[in-house]
């Protein structure tokens, strides 16, 4: 029997408290524009990238061989093979950081189009380990 949704995100142990309200919002969204829009409409007090990144460096913890599929898929990108993992590796607000930390080495013109890519790369991996389609969200155990 395969695991729910909800099973997966109990093993990633980000938000234990919100399990049910954190499957609908990675059963929703499609990118980090969605994603911002929902912690919005929730009045949450993290941003997009931050629970994306908590999710995905949870993640990363179970299937560490992402990291290289990282840098391979954003290797184009015009960032370093370091600094993609380095960033790729932020638990909580890696643009940020990576702006603090390398904004003599990469204009705003690498910088941005490369954190949109890598967010959209985290969101995709961790939708991938819930096994999620494009269906519309329906709680898969109510019991939880």
Same mark, same amino acid.
């Given at each position: 029997? #395969?695991?729910?949704?909800? $099973?997966?995100?109990?093993?990633l142990?980000?938000?234990?408290?919100?399990?049910?309200?954190?499957? $609908?919002i990675?059963?929703?969204?499609? @990118?980090?524009?969605?994603?911002?829009?929902?912690?919005?409409?929730? #009045?949450?007090?993290?941003? #997009?990238?931050?629970?994306?990144?908590? =999710?995905? =460096?949870?993640?990363?913890?179970?299937?560490p061989?992402?990291?290289?599929?990282?840098?391979?898929?954003?290797?184009?990108?015009?960032? #370093?093979?370091? =600094?993609?993992? $380095?960033?790729?590796?932020?638990?909580?607000?890696?643009?940020?950081?990576?702006?603090?930390?390398?904004?003599?080495?990469?204009?705003?013109?690498?910088? $941005? %189009?490369?954190?949109?890519?890598?967010n959209?790369?985290?969101l995709?991996?961790?939708?991938?380990?819930?096994?999620?389609?494009?269906? %519309?969200? =329906? @709680?898969? @155990?109510s019991?939880?």
């Amino acid at each position: 029997m #395969s695991q729910t949704i909800e $099973e997966k995100l109990r093993v990633l142990n980000v938000f234990p408290n919100s399990i049910d309200e954190t499957a $609908e919002i990675f059963q929703k969204v499609q @990118n980090e524009e969605d994603v911002k829009k929902e912690m919005g409409e929730r #009045s949450y007090s993290c941003g #997009s990238e931050q629970f994306i990144f908590f =999710h995905f =460096h949870s993640l990363l913890g179970l299937q560490p061989e992402i990291l290289q599929e990282a840098e391979k898929q954003l290797s184009d990108l015009g960032v #370093s093979p370091e =600094h993609i993992k $380095e960033y790729m590796k932020d638990e909580q607000q890696p643009s940020l950081i990576f702006t603090l930390r390398h904004e003599d080495k990469y204009p705003f013109e690498v910088r $941005e %189009p490369f954190y949109q890519k890598a967010n959209q790369f985290a969101l995709d991996r961790i939708k991938q380990y819930l096994t999620i389609s494009g269906k %519309p969200y =329906h @709680n898969q @155990n109510s019991t939880l």
